[in-house]
């Protein structure tokens, strides 16, 4: 170990009285806001802050980010999550000061401008999916599911039709959908997918009755597989009175190409944050419109932007709306990133995300499968599945693969998920990624399926590059060490027990 490296935490670089910045004495004479301020709201000591100069700060902080992987640093091919390139012309705009000073209560005739951008953006939406109406309020997919389903709930109770408490997904689905079906205190039912990995028509048609309340369906599914049976899938549902519920997350594979309106869906959530462009992450902000056919406009959330000649203001509230799901008009700044984002592509440029995003997936998958076997192989849309089955036996799993990518300086694929594969690794590499980087990625994967063969302990020890290998992840989510105090602790904690020897 390099005896001058610097790893203390900036708490511990705290120099009583150092400081990298100052207010205006001037200001703090003439009205020094503390001490107006009621006591009761003053602090009873001091804040804990460590006391460091600038160049300690910045290196404090740009020395964490560095320990980041981001898209903005690193290939990010994380299946079912579209982290493609943010294009920081979306943030340019997005801190324009008319947007982002804006206050919520203002005046409609003083955010013509605003309204103008929500009720666009709204158009759009609707023309790429064939719906008839959005609410742009909802802050995330999973959030955008849950206002799916209430609708679905409030269609359903408004037609006096009660008994329908079953919500019907296949056993490929994203986690969120029967984690939200659940909450709304519906009954899940999960169904068998085929040998081809797609929706089993018998099983489904086995399920559907006058209990059924909706089927909760991706296409591409999470295998990044066309549902090739969807309209027959469609028809089926509707005929047993149920509605059909689109998880339009990742959109990335059918922009300009096929609408779910067309294909029978009555309700559709898009994640702008996946397709769109709008960064993701660490449970960051996110934005998750919600879709309808025009017999669910009622039930909408509020507040709906509505245009008369030029004029935009916010519509009368519906009797039948479900309410507001959340604060204002949603995560707006997401909103105004993912319209630049559409307004700088174009509708031609919008469709070529598609083309590319599919041939960039397919280009993967054609020169990877004969080291590494495809769940299904087909010809696949946005994403594929790996799988490393046959790894298995040498004690080797997908997540090892992830963990040793690292290593080769990329981030891992989504691991362990769909769970209907055994040791899935699903990779979606987006539109964003040039054939270079595609190919540096393919030889990376490469290589790590030799080791595999004829050095696994690499495989099993990575990954040997970063500043943090292999946490316990259950503990490393429920009880992060996050603060000082958190590290104090746990150094406090160790000190008790005896130090365990590696394994
Ligand atoms: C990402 C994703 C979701 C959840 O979206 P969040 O914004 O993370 O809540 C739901 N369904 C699918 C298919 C997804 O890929």
Known sequence: MLISKDDRLIFEKSSAGRTGAGLPTAFIAAKNPFKTLNPKFRRKEDAQ???????EIIRHYVNLSRKNFSIDTHFYPLGSCTMKYNPKLNEWAAAQEGFSQVHPHQPESTIQGYMHILYELEQFL????????????????????????????????????TKRRKVLVPDSSHGTNPATAALLGYEVVTLKSNARGRVDLAELKSHLDETSACLMLTNPNTMGLFESDILEITKAVHQAGALLYYDGANLNAL????????????????NLHKTFSTPHGGGGPGAGPVGVKAYLLPF??????????????WAAESKQSVGRVKSFFGNAGMLLRA??????LGIDGIKKISEDAV?????????????????????CMHEFVLTLKAAKAKGIHSGDVGKRLLDYGYHAPTVHFPLVVDEALMIEPTESESRETLDLFIAALRQIAREIEESPELVLGAPWTMPIGRPDEVKAARNPILTYRDVVREREKNAKEPVASKP
Do not use: C, W
């Not at 319209?339 to 700088?344: C, D, R």
């Open 49 to 55: 802050f460590p006391e460091v100069a600038e160049p």
């Open 126 to 161: 609707k023309t790429m999916t064939g719906m008839d109406h959005f609410t742009l309020q909802p802050a995330a997919g999973a959030h955008g599911e849950l206002t799916g389903m209430m609708l679905i709930h409030a269609y359903h109770h408004s037609r006096g039709d």
């Open 255 to 270: 922009l300009g190409i096929a609408r779910p309106g067309d294909m029978g869906f009555d309700i559709v959530h898009l």
């Open 300 to 313: 909408l959330p509020h507040p709906l932007v509505e245009k008369t000649g030029s004029a935009y203001r």
């Open 339 to 344: 319209y630049t984002y559409i307004v700088t």
């Open 359 to 379: 041939i960039n997936a397919n280009y993967l998958k054609e020169k990877l499968k004969d080291v590494l076997p495809v769940a299904v192989d087909e010809v």
